[in-house]
């Protein structure tokens, strides 16, 4: 799909920050930049700011913006909360200068676009979109942006879904009870999600054919987990106990949800997580 807005590619851009971004790429990122985001009111006029503007809309009304690409009820916001501006909801914050990245599903170093279309074909159920589109560019317009300040190679506080005890064992039969009496209200009792009446979602749907697909993160039971803790129910993050959130992301990652037909090539290098799907 193609933007209807002609803008000036930021490839330049992209370059310079790709190759700053390699030097630190063979060691650990540095941790803790404070976690900051700028604000709306500081997107700059013009070209390049309505790119930030577009990429910013794509990322949280993804399914009507880009239909062709989005195979199921979700937006990208639908994991990456509040425009990628939520701590331990994996931020966008700093996502900028963090790449090329290793990693360890893909088995190599992969850049921010790949990242970007690793969504869209897992947690979107859908199409990667073109390298150099439009659209492609203007998402990274709105990454770099909402990474102001953070220095290249440096991840922010809150960086991805948080910690969680990968030492606790999951009890799906109590998260049924958990997700009945904390889920379902929001997100329906056979996780259908909430429809807002015009093509989408208020919450979105937590299995079935609408959801995620089962290559996605968060059909790990442990990357769920860590999601649930710190996010819901939404805006009472931290209210579950670790073990419910365990319980309960057990029991909806296992529900039934769109096949990932290239689950088999994840994790190339032999050291596939114990939640991964098979």
């Known amino acids: 799909m193609s933007s209807k807005v002609d803008r000036p590619l930021w490839g330049a851009q992209i370059l310079v920050t790709i190759c700053a971004a390699v030097f630190v790429i063979g060691n650990s990122h540095a941790q803790g930049a404070d976690f900051n985001p700028p ?38 916001t639908s994991c990456h909360l509040a425009g990628g501006a939520t701590p331990n909801a994996s931020p966008w914050v700093g996502i900028w200068g ?14 921010l676009q790949e990242r970007v279309n690793d969504c869209f074909e897992r947690s979107l159920n859908g199409k990667p979109l073109p390298i150099a589109s439009n659209e492609m560019n203007d998402i990274l317009a709105y990454m770099q942006w909402i990474s102001t300040g953070v220095p290249t190679g440096v991840n922010v ?12 064992k999951p009890d799906g039969a109590q998260g049924k009870q958990v997700y009945a009496a904390k ?39 442990y990357t769920a987990a860590a999601f649930v803790k710190y996010n819901m129910p939404l805006g009472q993050g931290g209210s579950l106990s670790d073990q419910e959130a365990l319980d309960v992301s057990e029991f909806f990652t296992k529900q039934v949800r769109p096949v990932y037909p290239g689950k088999a090539k994840d994790w190339p290098k032999g050291d596939k997580p114990k939640d991964a799907r098979s």
Not at 59 to 66: A, F, M, N, V
Not at 98 to 111: C, D, N, Q
Not at 158 to 168: N, T
Request: aromatic share 8%.
């Open 39 to 76: 604000l709306d009111a500081s997107i700059p006029s013009g070209p390049k700011g309505d790119a930030i503007k577009h990429g910013k809309l794509l990322l949280t009304d993804t399914r009507q913006r880009l239909p062709n690409n989005v195979g199921n009820g979700l937006n990208c």
């Open 157 to 168: 506080k809150g960086r991805g879904f948080g910690p969680f005890d990968q030492k606790l």
């Open 183 to 221: 889920c379902a209200s929001c997100h329906g009792a056979e996780g259908q999600g909430l429809p807002n009446g015009a093509g989408g979602y208020v919450f979105p749907p937590v299995w079935g054919k609408y959801s995620f697909n089962d290559g996605a993160g968060m059909a790990r039971t």
């Open 98 to 111: 963090v790449f090329p990245e290793y990693r360890a599903r893909s088995g190599k170093l992969i850049s």
